[in-house]
């Protein structure tokens, strides 16, 4: 006669365990699992009715460890799915570990406690970024008479009552202290962002912004990360905008005019804008349009030659250009067309034969807004800028009306070659069809 692993009692031939002892020891179990799970129990009553349910359904030591880990895993993996712990709940399984003598690493196979810290760190970044905006909102609200180093008391208290509380949410977080200067860093790039795509950059957002530098204690490798993305480089292009806009020059790019930053050698009541690295200059080695003396149709060959790539510095004097091969400056006020690309800026001197240019960059909006914006004497501003093709040339391509179209002799011809350039070219045609240039700006 066999006898019962669960009560020691005589289970009959060939048996090892009662049906009934079988079935109350299943549920216990079960019950286990699920006292872990009830979030409402507090982590000392929770232990207490777990010793309770394993001595009335005979739950072994082993089985009692195995089902409390189950319902761990199953607790952490619902609140994950519902998406994510909060800190009461996160510090009631940490309890529970501890009333029952184990580690996160013991009863988490699966890695729910590294899920479970990632998004608490991720949920205490966004926050920091939350409050980077906040301490944004306090230093634009400071008084135009405060300067960035120089804020009011009323101002100083408030950024460090913000400051106070990111450092409360990084502790909370788990977050490092470089981990929270980095959140910094990334609520600040966001906010610039937000910045450049929404509105006109103006001088009052770079007060409010080198306000919050200096609070922080950026240094110098932590400004540089606001440009990972390139978004500190278009803030600071906004900005020469908004000086040439107001009337003023000033050289915001970090490049030594008298270093070997600079190849070439301003004159000296020139400012430099800006300077774009790996630009491409390209020259228009040939461009003759008109209609063919046999009748055929209109005929024509342009060829782009690809000169040399070197660096684009634009000043409030010129354009200067550099490389191995090419070295030379325009005045702007030599410039007679200019127009917008997709892929850069095409423009047309003012002297005989000239020919047109191009210089291709990433930058291709700002070198054309820049080079508007520069101020220019008496020469009249561009009333609009040319409609961009849907091809990504930059410009509309409209053929030429001939004969063949039934068009009179000097038709349509207001557009350019009809090759897309946009630079004004001359069109040649048999006589008794007019000849003339565009000269657009």
């Keep these: 006669m066999g006898r019962c692993g669960f009560c020691n009692r005589e289970a009959g031939l060939f048996r090892r365990e009662h049906a009934e002892c079988?079935?109350?020891?299943?549920?216990?179990?079960?019950?286990?699992?699920?006292?872990?799970?009830?979030?409402?129990?507090?982590?000392?009553?929770?232990?207490?009715?777990?010793?309770?349910?394993?001595?009335?359904?005979?739950?072994?030591?082993?089985?009692?460890?195995?089902?409390?880990?189950?319902?761990?895993?199953?607790?952490?993996?619902?609140?994950?799915?519902?998406?994510?712990?909060?800190?009461?709940?996160?510090?009631?399984?940490?309890?529970?570990l501890g009333e029952f003598g184990l580690s996160p690493h013991e009863v988490d196979t699966g890695g729910l406690w590294k899920q479970v810290a990632h998004r608490r760190k991720r949920a205490a970044e966004e926050r920091v970024g939350e409050l980077v905006s906040e301490a944004i909102s306090v230093a634009r609200s400071a008084g135009p008479e405060e300067g960035p180093g120089d804020v009011g008391p009323q101002t100083r208290i408030a950024l460090a009552v913000v400051e106070d509380a990111i450092r409360q949410v990084a502790d909370e977080g788990e977050l490092s202290n470089a981990e929270r200067r980095e959140a910094v860093v990334a609520g600040l790039e966001a906010e610039m962002e937000r910045l450049v795509a929404g509105e006109k950059v103006t001088a009052d957002q770079e007060r409010t912004l080198e306000t919050v530098f200096l609070h922080f204690g950026l240094d110098d490798h932590e400004k540089e990360k606001l440009n990972r993305n390139g978004v500190h480089e278009r803030f600071v292009q906004a900005l020469v905008l908004y000086d040439l806009a107001a009337g003023v020059a000033e050289q915001r790019q970090h490049v030594d005019p008298s270093g070997d930053d600079l190849p070439f050698r301003l004159k000296g009541s020139e400012t430099l804008l800006w300077m774009f690295q790996n630009v491409e200059y390209r020259t228009t080695e040939s461009e003759m349009w008109g209609y063919s003396l046999d009748g055929t149709g209109w005929v024509g060959e342009e060829e782009m030659s690809v000169s040399d790539t070197g660096l684009l510095g634009v000043t409030t004097g010129h354009l200067y250009f550099y490389s191995p091969n090419h070295r030379f400056r325009?005045?702007?006020d030599r410039i007679v067309t200019l127009r917008p690309?997709?892929?850069?800026?095409?423009?047309?001197?003012?002297?005989?034969?000239?020919?047109?240019?191009?210089?291709?960059?990433?930058?291709?909006?700002?070198?054309?807004?820049?080079?508007?914006?520069?101020?220019?004497?008496?020469?009249?501003?561009?009333?609009?800028?040319?409609?961009?093709?849907?091809?990504?040339?930059?410009?509309?391509?409209?053929?030429?009306?001939?004969?063949?179209?039934?068009?009179?002799?000097?038709?349509?011809?207001?557009?350019?070659?009809?090759?897309?350039?946009?630079?004004?070219?001359?069109?040649?045609?048999?006589?008794?069809?007019c000849v003339f240039a565009e000269l657009v700006f």
């Design 22 to 96: 079988e079935r109350l020891n299943v549920e216990g179990v079960q019950r286990l699992a699920a006292l872990v799970a009830d979030r409402e129990l507090p982590p000392g009553v929770c232990a207490e009715e777990v010793r309770r349910v394993a001595g009335r359904h005979r739950v072994s030591a082993e089985q009692r460890q195995a089902a409390l880990a189950e319902g761990w895993r199953t607790s952490v993996a619902a609140r994950l799915g519902a998406g994510g712990l909060d800190c009461e709940e996160e510090e009631r399984l940490r309890a529970l």
């Design 330 to 332: 325009i005045p702007h």
């Design 341 to 433: 690309r997709a892929d850069g800026i095409g423009l047309t001197q003012d002297r005989p034969e000239a020919r047109p240019e191009y210089f291709l960059l990433d930058d291709a909006d700002f070198a054309y807004e820049l080079l508007r914006s520069v101020p220019l004497g008496q020469r009249e501003p561009p009333d609009s800028r040319p409609a961009r093709s849907a091809g990504g040339t930059g410009f509309k391509r409209t053929r030429r009306k001939g004969p063949e179209d039934g068009g009179k002799s000097g038709e349509d011809m207001n557009d350019g070659c009809g090759k897309g350039c946009g630079m004004g070219c001359l069109v040649f045609v048999p006589i008794g069809v």
